[in-house]
C-alpha cells in the first residue's frame, strides 16, 4: 500500500523568502506525481505535474524536482507572496488513482 | 475549455439518510474519480469510472456507490448516512494515459 508522507506539516515564512516543501513515497512504481494548492474549504488546484521519467518540472516561481528511486519529490516556490499562503498536497498516481500526503500548510507573512 | 463542476457545493443531511452528489466532468476526459477528504487530512480514494463501469475502487464500504453517465458525468451515492461521513468530497476527471487530474471544488457534506 502507497503511503504518502508531507514535511513539514505547517511553514510561516516572511515575504520574500523562498520555500522548500518535502513529499515522500513508499512505492517508486508510480505513473506520475502531481502537485497541488488548496485554500481553506476549497477544491484541488493543479500546480505541477511530473511523469515518473522526467526529473523536475517548472512553472514561473515553482519548481517540482522528482527522485522516483529514493521516492522522494520537492516542491520549491521562490520569492513567497502572501497570496501563496495555502495548503499544499503532493499526490502519486499509480493504476487507477491517486495516494495524497496530508499535506504543507503554508502561511507567507507580510 | 470548462473545468469540473460539482452540485450541490454544501449540504446537512441526518444519520441514517441518503445523500446523492453531482459532478460534470472536464470537457475531453473520459474517467472520473470520487475522493474523501476529512478535516486536516488528504483526500482518500472512493472509486473511479471509465466507460461507465467502475474499475478502482478504495477501502470504502458498498453504501458508496456510483454512476457514469454517457457524458462522462457521474454522481456519488452515500446510502445509510454516519456521522463519519462528515467531509469534502471531491471529484476529479481525466483521460486515458499518464495525464493529470483535474478537480472540482467540491460538495462540503455534514451530518448530524
Known amino acids: 500500500k502507497q503511503e504518502v508522507t508531507q514535511i513539514p506539516a505547517a511553514l510561516s515564512v516572511p515575504e520574500g523568502e523562498n520555500l522548500v516543501l518535502n513529499c515522500s513515497f513508499t512505492?517508486?512504481?508510480?505513473?506520475?506525481l502531481q502537485w497541488f494548492r488548496q485554500d481553506p474549504g476549497k477544491g484541488l488546484t493543479s500546480l505541477l505535474l511530473?511523469?515518473?521519467?522526467?526529473r523536475e518540472q517548472t512553472s514561473g516561481r515553482l519548481n517540482a524536482s522528482l527522485d522516483k528511486s529514493s521516492g522522494r519529490s520537492t516542491l520549491y516556490i521562490a520569492a513567497s507572496q502572501p497570496g501563496d499562503s495555502a495548503t499544499y498536497l503532493c499526490?502519486?498516481?499509480?493504476?487507477?488513482?491517486?495516494?495524497f500526503g496530508a499535506g504543507t500548510t503554508v502561511t507567507v507573512r507580510a | 475549455e470548462t473545468g469540473v463542476t460539482q452540485s450541490p457545493t454544501h449540504l446537512i443531511k441526518t444519520r441514517g439518510q441518503q445523500v446523492t452528489l453531482r459532478c460534470s466532468s472536464q470537457?475531453?476526459?473520459?474517467?472520473v474519480s470520487w475522493y474523501q477528504q476529512a478535516l486536516g487530512q488528504g483526500p482518500q480514494f472512493i472509486f473511479q469510472?471509465?466507460?461507465?463501469?467502475?474499475?478502482g475502487r478504495g477501502n470504502f464500504p458498498p453504501r458508496f456507490s456510483g454512476l457514469q453517465f454517457p457524458n462522462y458525468s457521474s454522481e456519488l451515492n452515500v446510502n445509510a448516512l454516519e456521522l463519519d461521513d462528515s467531509a469534502l468530497y471531491l471529484c476529479?476527471?481525466?483521460?486515458?494515459?499518464?495525464?493529470?487530474?483535474?478537480f472540482g471544488s467540491g460538495t462540503r457534506l455534514t451530518v448530524v
Open positions: 476529479a476527471s481525466s483521460t486515458t494515459g499518464n495525464y493529470g487530474y483535474t
Open positions: 512505492d517508486s512504481a508510480i505513473y506520475n
Open positions: 511530473i511523469q515518473s521519467s522526467q
Open positions: 469510472y471509465y466507460r461507465e463501469e467502475e474499475n
Open positions: 499526490a502519486v498516481r499509480d493504476d487507477y488513482k491517486l495516494s
Open positions: 470537457s475531453g476526459h473520459n474517467t
